[in-house]
């Protein structure tokens, strides 16, 4: 393979990548807009997705698509039970006491699930073959476009839902001011539980979709979640379309990091790309001083 053809390849992999990285930094856009905490069991959200589907998919004859559909719920009321038992009894702590809270909560889900499916990692079949595709000299597996997909789908959603819907409208302007939004008769408390809803939902359809790919175990949602954090912090925390952005371009950096240089530069990639945007710029590539939020 030609160095062209190696750099495409190392290309369609960060894509690959970089598309759940996007979907995972929505994630924690959504509960930072709502909050202004960063939900550090967000990568969990990832892995009970993952580790839901996988279970349902052995214990039961039903279709993969609706086993899918069934994870994502499930993992959505967990998100749910996150919002009410942990966060709303704290609301009126400081940020860093929340954020405190949701690594606890990280740690208990890492714990549960290990019980549960136990230490070892688990695989599932790909939702439509295995046969590889090649165009110029790169190699494309089925279930990447599943993932690339899967991640269009999630941002146009989450765009119509923001602009188009009575709850997305409510939820923008919490995110722009919270006391402005109570006075006028939005649910605050009410939003923010929709925001950890929606968290978990994206959350589990990206552990869902890459599982194929890569086998999932109880503590995926780690390092995951921590470069779904970097991706988000790259594009500008609070901002939709800088999520997207920033995931897609750390996928790709990665990538051509690990093919290039050294795979064992591979994680390390994210984290110097995070320590040096928070040098040059906080506010994220694609923020502006006041971010503009969704």
């Not at 990538?255 to 990639?269: E, N, P, R, T, V």
Request: positive net charge.
């Amino acid at each position: 393979m030609d160095l062209s053809s190696q750099i495409l390849q190392y290309v369609i992999s960060g894509i690959t990548n970089g598309a759940i990285y996007a979907v995972i930094a929505l994630g924690f856009t959504i509960i930072y807009n709502s909050t202004e905490v960063i939900n550090f069991a967000q990568g969990e959200f990832v892995m009970l997705g993952g580790m839901a589907v996988i279970a349902l998919d052995g214990i039961s004859p039903l279709p993969l698509g609706f086993s899918f559909l069934l994870a994502v719920l499930a993992v959505t009321l967990v998100g749910i039970a996150l919002e009410r038992f942990t966060i709303r009894p704290a609301r009126s702590s400081n940020p860093i006491a929340l954020i405190i809270i949701t690594v606890g909560a990280s740690i208990f889900l890492r714990g549960v699930a290990m019980m549960f499916w136990g230490k070892d990692s688990l695989g599932l079949r790909p939702f439509t073959g295995s046969t590889p595709i090649h165009f110029g000299g790169a190699t494309l597996i089925p279930q990447s476009l599943w993932v690339l997909g899967v991640a269009v789908v999630v941002m146009a959603a989450l765009q119509f839902f923001y602009k188009r819907t009575i709850t997305g409208k409510a939820m923008r302007a919490c995110a722009f001011n919270r006391r402005a939004a109570g006075l006028v008769g939005i649910g605050v408390n009410r939003m923010v539980m929709v925001s950890f809803a929606l968290s978990a939902a994206i959350g589990a359809a990206a552990g869902i979709v890459i599982v194929p790919i890569t086998l999932c175990g109880y503590d995926v949602g780690i390092m995951l979640g921590l470069k779904g954090f970097c991706a988000a912090v790259l594009g500008g925390l609070g901002s939709s379309p800088g999520s997207i952005l920033g995931g897609f371009l750390l996928g790709v950096l990665e990538a051509l990091g690990a093919g290039l240089i050294s795979s064992g530069f591979k994680d390390a990639i994210a984290f110097f790309v995070l320590l040096l945007v928070l040098f040059i710029r906080p506010s994220g590539l694609f923020g502006a001083k006041e971010m503009k939020r969704f």
